[in-house]
């Protein structure tokens, strides 16, 4: 009875246990197995994962003149920010000014901004002077650099003479204007509004102090780390937590047609692009055929009328410049020892220097400018057009008519018709009277392929 129970027991030792061996093993391995198939997908998708959970930041540069290609700039920055789902927008600001249409523009579109906007004036020396005073407290950051300052803000009206009552109402729209959103976020309208009214400008230290900027920062990493976990109330109410550390930058460069527009936005050059443009179209009139002069011109004169439409221009200033090449054309044709031709050139500088009627002097043609350019012009279209009236009344030098007045010899007695050489051409000349071989004359006229001569005193030997 023992030994088959001990049979029996040494047939499962031998037989059971390996079994279940092998099943704890492969268990083990499909563990392992497993493990390893989890380790890779992790490797894999952690860095996507990572990447989707890291916040990102579209940064723009606007270090110009405020006008319409600045605001398509801000524009495309926003729409950048809302297709990638942006934490926020930062802008950096270093700007003299500019026109308070396309300011107007930009804070509309910073306040309808899906993303929240944090205008920063940096680097250090920089400033948001006038309209960028507008644009900075419109956003939902205003950030300064240590060495900054911002304000300077009162409308300026270039157009004309105004009286005051006009001058007022322009102002108070202004105010107005500003009002409407800083009280919204919550920023001093008392010391904004004296930025406007009274041009009052402010140091970064003096801007926090009196609440209308949020932060001072000496860079951009530290504006983003000091906002970081920060509410800010959108203009449309809801609230918003900022997560900003760490992010990763995405800058939004200028377009190459921006680039150029912005270029072609400086009135020093657009009126020197004009006045190129006109020379070059006034050559084409002259020497008719030449096409090149005439089609480069064309295209910088289009060009020069395409910057000058998004400019503050006067029009009686164009009319000036119109009339200034007037007078210098009268020059050439009415000789006047130089006073229409001084006229036209005093002015077409007249004309050039108040042409863009620009609300800061960065928008604005310079005096050394037009000066250089209005007299360079004069001299050069008042030299052109003379020249080509002297040519105009100067003979043919061309074709048989050229040949008038022109001396040559008889290379056979004329009776009244015979042969001569002139210029080192054989001709048939007819003679009034009797001319021996040798002898010289000259032509006075030409009949057909004949020459009409005359005798000359003097006897040539060929």
Known sequence: MKTAINLRHSAFRHSGIPAIRDQRLAIRHGGIFVGLILLLLFCLLGPCTVAAQTGQVVVLHLNDTIQPISADYLKRGIDRAADIHAQAVLVELNTPGGLLDSTRTMVGDILASPSPVIFYVAPAGSRAGSAGFFLMEAADIAAMAPGTNAGAAHPVVEMGKIDDTMKQKILNDTLAFLRSYVSMRGRNVDAAQDAVQN???????????????????????????????????????????????????????????????????????????????????????????????????????????????????????LALMVGALILMVLEAKFPSHGILAATGTVALVLGALTLVAGPIPEMRVQLATAIATGVAFGLITTFLVRIALIARHNKVLVGPEALVGAVGIAQQELTPRGQIIVHGELWVAEADAAVAAGDSVRVRGVNGLKLLVEPVQERVTA
Not at 281 to 294: A, C, K, V
């Open 199 to 317: 041009s009052k400008s402010y140091t970064d230290q003096e801007a926090q102090q009196l609440h209308l900027i949020d932060v001072i920062a000496p860079d951009d990493r530290a504006l983003l780390n000091s906002i970081d976990g920060r509410t800010v109330k959108r203009f449309n109410g809801t609230s918003q937590t900022l997560h900003t550390r760490g992010v990763n930058l995405v800058a939004v460069d200028p377009t190459v047609r921006e680039e150029i527009m912005d270029r072609l936005m400086d009135p020093n050059l657009a009126v020197l692009i004009l006045l190129a443009g006109a020379l070059l179209i006034y050559l084409e009139f002259n020497t008719p055929g030449t096409i090149i002069p005439g089609a480069l011109g064309t295209l910088l004169v289009l060009l020069a009328l395409f910057s000058l439409n998004l400019l503050p221009v006067r029009y009686t200033s």
